[in-house]
């Protein structure tokens, strides 16, 4: 029989030993999907190492595919720290390349010195608005914010589609994609060492959220919202506006990966390019322990995995689904090994005496 | 609007959502008894879609519907397990635990299909069909809208005041209650709290699976990534809508699927609105519900708060 003891604090060796024995049973896992296909496991996994990590070439596109998962890894960060079950990532993506592309509409013709701030500022707005748009359902209307998001997700997907498939944005004489045509050049975001502007501002919004949620009055809020509301509100917090704040801080971060991956890599809207980014910045987000920087680790290994899949699935007979398979499995894991950092295990008699 | 209105195709729409909505009741009776016991499950979208894959391999491979529905309701019990280990054995955050399992749902049902496919699709199978009941199906108006559906229809909807009965008046309804409302009690008894609980999530997936199975077997005859398309999240929805009561839930259920099948009419007789905001309408709708219908009194007291041994 196994007995639970809660602790205060995790030492960090019984944290470092949870995520080891994660990744060890994720990799397992991975070997038997590979081997369900019946591939040749260290050809898979060799050709997703290669793909990932392979040339100077192959890792700046994993650090390229890392950008956006950095950023929807930090909107769930601040907002289950705050203890806001935010999953609308997904949406709040969409909704931010929506917002910045209807802004590149607008101001056609405007130098990149407008144009490229205006577009990040649109975005930032529109993804903010959908993800404070949650909060004030959950404020007002005690309408969950986990059903409010997800629903949303939904509804923000048909309304790009809408848009894309036949609507008013499409790229003229297209049928066959549903895409709009390319960006001009003013609206791209520039490029620094070969990477876009969504790589410094990944770096800097990490590091601001690190900031924010350690050392500010707002973060101290996020915090004691996630860990104890009702003794906030004794202290005289405005609940209510806290929790639209951290939203809409949450929102605006996964807008940027919508900026990310439309004006700096592929320049022109559609789902495709969107589709997943949110749902793998909660895993990305939990795997980083809900920490900022840890979530820039996961986000690095996981833009990696996303980059290698690629190129594996043409090299082998191993699908790219391989890659959001592993990193369930991870997630999972991860999850599951965490109890050894929450709990002291006893491992005793059913009467209470340890044997 | 106008020409959606005929009688006929009211009749259409009424018939097709009572299809409809043998997904979402299933799933949704399914959650009903695992909030009952106290596991505030989130993985019900994957737990579906697990259904959803599973019927259509055994589909593919036996074109028996008979196997399709154990293989589904096989996925769901291996779902209902992994999602039990970590809430029940493990104490993880149930809201955690059931976004982690629908992300995992999600990624593993996609690789195994893409694998399964991989050397070529296989041919698609039939849809099943539908068992019209004698005589009642005759009744102009409610029989062919209620009485000329499958099987698992009927069933569905006898699983409603079953459910209610079981809930209500078993001693196994009654423990499967007390798991939720006031475990430590169970605890006294010396009941297993962990085993009830299992017990209910074991049974409510494999109902959630069998919601997945139906979709499959009656509306699709191929698989497709994400197919389930937030119907879990709907259920999820009908139980917190209708307070934790079966009828109740039923009623809920009954409004999505209405929109559902609304979607699919529209789409296919060319109203001039645009398909996608017809398709949205049920996602709408259960924020709104949620904001109006604010009646949690059913909650079960200790929903989603993982119960700890002294």
Redo the contacts between chains.
């Keep these: 029989m196994i007995a639970f003891e809660r602790r205060e604090s995790a030492g960090w060796i019984a944290q470092a030993i949870a995520y080891l024995l994660a990744i060890a049973a994720g990799l397992l896992a991975s070997v038997v999907l590979i081997t369900i296909t019946g591939a040749d496991v260290a050809d898979g996994l060799g050709a997703l190492w290669q793909g990932a990590f392979g040339d100077a070439e192959a890792i700046g596109q994993s650090l390229a595919a890392a950008i956006p998962l950095v950023f929807t890894g930090l909107a769930t960060v601040v907002a289950f720290r705050a203890g806001i079950w935010n999953i609308g990532q997904e949406g709040q993506v969409f909704a931010g390349a929506m917002a910045g592309y209807w802004m590149s509409l607008q101001l056609a013709g405007a130098p990149a010195i407008v144009a490229v701030p205006a577009v990040v500022l649109a975005s930032v707005a529109g993804g903010a608005a959908v993800a404070a748009l949650c909060a004030v359902l959950k404020t007002r209307f005690d309408v969950n914010e986990i059903i409010s998001t997800m629903m949303l997700n939904y509804i923000i997907v048909y309304l790009l589609s809408y848009l894309l498939a036949g609507g008013p944005w499409i790229e003229a004489g297209s049928t066959a994609y549903h895409q709009t045509p390319l960006i001009a050049d003013t609206f791209r975001l520039p490029e620094l060492f070969g990477l876009h502007l969504g790589a410094p501002l990944a770096l800097l919004a990490t590091a601001a959220v690190a900031l924010v949620i350690g050392r500010t009055p707002l973060g101290f809020e996020l915090r004691g919202l996630g860990f104890n509301p009702v003794a906030l509100r004794y202290k005289g917090v405005r609940v209510a506006t806290t929790i639209v704040m951290a939203m809409a801080i949450s929102g605006a971060l996964s807008a940027l990966a919508g900026v990310s991956e439309v004006f700096g890599i592929n320049f022109r809207l559609r789902a495709e390019v969107l589709n997943g980014l949110g749902y793998t910045g909660i895993i990305v987000g939990m795997i980083g322990a809900l920490n900022p920087w840890g979530t820039l680790v996961a986000a690095l290994a996981f833009g990696a995995m996303a980059n290698g899949a690629l190129y594996m699935s043409v090299l082998t007979d191993v699908p790219s689904a391989l890659v959001p398979a592993m990193q369930g499995i991870l997630l999972l894991f991860v999850l599951g090994a965490a109890v050894l950092t929450r709990y002291r295990l006893r491992f005793g008699r059913k009467d209470g005496r340890h044997g | 609007m106008a020409e959606l209105l005929t009688p006929a195709i009211l009749l259409s729409i009424l018939s097709a959502s009572v299809g409809a909505a043998t997904i979402i009741l299933l799933a949704a009776l399914g959650e009903l008894l695992t909030e009952r016991a106290g596991i505030w499950n989130?993985g019900v979208e994957g737990t579906m879609l697990c259904g959803c894959l599973a019927a259509y391999v055994a589909m593919c491979e036996t074109s028996s519907p008979i196997t399709a529905a154990g293989a589904a309701m096989l996925a769901g019990v291996a779902a209902g397990l992994?999602i039990g280990?970590?809430t029940v054995s493990?104490?993880?955050d149930h809201?955690?635990?059931g976004?982690?399992?629908n992300?995992?749902?999600?990624?593993?049902t996609?690789?195994?299909?893409?694998?399964y496919t991989?050397g070529g699709k296989p041919a698609g199978y039939a849809t099943i069909d539908r068992w019209p009941i004698p005589f009642l199906s005759e009744i102009p108006g409610i029989g062919p809208i209620l009485f000329n559906q499958h099987l698992l229809t009927y069933a569905a909807l006898l699983l409603v005041p079953l459910v209610s009965v079981f809930l209500a008046r078993t001693r196994p309804g009654l423990e499967c209650r007390a798991a939720g409302e006031n475990p430590e009690f169970l605890e006294a008894k010396g009941i297993s709290v962990a085993k009830r609980q299992y017990g209910a999530l074991l049974v409510g997936s494999a109902l959630t699976a069998l919601g997945g199975c139906f979709m499959m077997l009656a509306f699709a005859n191929e698989f497709r990534p994400d197919i389930s398309?937030?119907r879990g999240?709907l259920a999820?929805?009908a139980v917190?809508a209708g307070n934790w009561r079966p009828f109740r839930t039923m009623i809920a259920v009954i409004v999505f699927a209405v929109l559902d099948s609304l979607a699919v009419h529209a789409q296919g007789m060319g109203v001039a609105i645009?398909y996608?905001?017809f398709?949205?309408l049920p996602?709408?709708a259960?924020?709104l519900l949620?904001?109006v219908v604010?009646t949690r009194s059913g909650q079960p007291a200790r929903l989603g708060i993982p119960f700890?041994?002294r």
């Design positions: 989130m992994v280990f970590l493990l104490k993880v809201f955690v635990t976004l982690g399992f992300l995992l749902a999600s990624g593993l996609l690789f195994l299909f893409r694998s991989a398309g937030g999240w999820i929805v917190i645009p996608q905001f398709l949205m996602y709408a259960s924020i949620l904001a604010r700890l041994r």
